[in-house]
T-cell receptor, first 116, second 112 residues
């Protein structure tokens, strides 16, 4: 049981390049999330998917797109990377609000992205 | 006003002392509250959650919630150097199912 996995762990891009960050969970969770974390800024939600087939914008969605490929996988795409997108990106998953439980979010190990 | 505010820190306490971490939130309709710990270079991990007013204890950790004052805190008793980390407060509002709003975190150092 790996929990939440993310690939790649590290990535360096040049301005204007595109890339997709991959996230997968094996906990049969309904909801998945993408956050970015910058020094002194805490975690900011980029996009989330409350359930398979749905996605919604979070606090900082500009410059990103997402795909909920299936229940397990939720990818984040940067179409034209900018230096302002240099950050650590975390994927998380949870059972979902309809589960009736605590809906705790579990985080992946993160992807450290640098845009030059 | 930011959704979730934490005392700015950094906080430094000696080993064996009580560390007190504080968090305030702006939405009176918030329903559940979480404390995450994040070691340097690692991902956040859940320490505790609390829903009801009052105290909730788990080992050396106690979460305290006061909804009237819109205030939640985390006390760490008998602090250990291994508790040195950044502590993130997160709040779930009633109107935004599933979403968490995070504070900026408080960095705690426990010195031997």
């Amino acid at each position: 049981n790996a929990g939440v996995t993310q690939t790649p762990k590290f990535q360096v891009l040049k301005t204007g390049q595109s890339m997709t960050l991959q996230c997968a969970q094996d906990m049969n969770h309904n909801s998945m999330y993408w956050y970015r974390q910058d020094p002194g800024m805490g975690l900011r939600l980029i996009y989330y998917s409350a359930s398979e087939g749905t996605t919604d914008k979070g606090e900082v969605p500009n410059g990103y797109n997402v795909s909920r490929l299936n229940k397990r996988e939720f990818s984040l795409r940067l179409e034209s990377a900018a230096p302002s997108q240099t950050s650590v990106y975390f994927c998380a998953s949870s059972e979902g609000p309809a589960s009736g439980g605590t809906d705790t979010q579990y985080f992946g190990p993160g992807t450290r992205l640098t845009v030059l | 006003q930011k959704e979730v505010e934490q005392n700015s820190g950094p906080l430094s306490v000696p080993e064996g002392a009580i560390a007190s971490l504080n968090c305030t939130y702006s939405d009176r309709g918030s329903q559940s509250f979480f404390w995450y710990r994040q070691y340097s270079g690692k991902s956040p991990e859940l320490i505790m959650f609390i829903y009801s007013n009052g105290d909730k204890e788990d080992g050396r950790f106690t979460a305290q919630l006061n909804k009237a004052s819109q205030y939640v805190s985390l006390l760490i008793r008998d602090s250990q150097p291994s508790d040195s980390a950044t502590y993130l407060c997160a709040v779930r509002r009633g109107s935004t199912l599933g979403r968490l709003y995070f504070g900026r975190g408080t960095q705690l150092t426990v010195w031997p």
